[in-house]
């Protein structure tokens, strides 16, 4: 079996949902109300501790839908790492893949849960991107290595 570790900081996710709802806040403004809709959708560092909850719970969810794969999931510190047991024909070229969609998941999931608080109309297309992101990942574990065969030739030259 193969391992496979993802782990980063709670603070790249935590600004992932920050940019993600500042983005959010200011695409969503116009008129008289930008403002007062800008600085309720957007993250402030006073919002770190329910962004950071949200984060855990999300890393949860992850430990959960992969639970076939999970050897050990740690979300308590500054720092998620969850690892995983991969059949040895998992294809490793797809470990950036993985990643990605990991990280991504986190803060789809953290935004969804941020947007259910601030601004409801948004929260189901963050969702959306949750669970697609989730799906990719979950897919992702399941990529498999084509098999290859070994050439006739080789044996011929070796019987020679």
Not at 10 to 31: C, I, L, M, N
Not at 104 to 130: G, H, I, N, P, V
């Amino acid at each position: 079996m193969k391992k496979l570790i993802l782990e980063l900081e709670k603070s790249e996710v935590e600004s992932d949902v920050a940019q993600a709802t500042a983005y959010t806040g200011a695409k969503s403004a116009s008129g008289a109300g930008a403002a007062e809709i800008f600085g309720r959708v957007a993250t402030v560092d006073g919002d770190s501790c329910v962004v950071e909850r949200f984060v855990r719970d999300a890393c949860a969810v992850v430990a959960e839908r992969l639970k076939e794969f999970v050897v050990s999931v740690n979300y308590a510190g500054p720092v998620v790492r969850l690892e995983l047991s991969l059949s040895d024909a998992y294809d490793e070229s797809m470990l950036p893949a993985a990643r990605s969609s990991f990280r991504s998941f986190l803060a789809a999931s953290a935004t969804d849960r941020w947007m259910r608080l601030a601004y409801a109309e948004k929260a189901a297309e963050w969702e959306q991107e949750a669970v697609r992101q989730l799906a990719a990942l979950e897919r992702n574990l399941y990529h498999r290595r084509r098999p290859r065969r070994r050439s006739a030739c080789a044996g011929v030259a070796d019987a020679e």
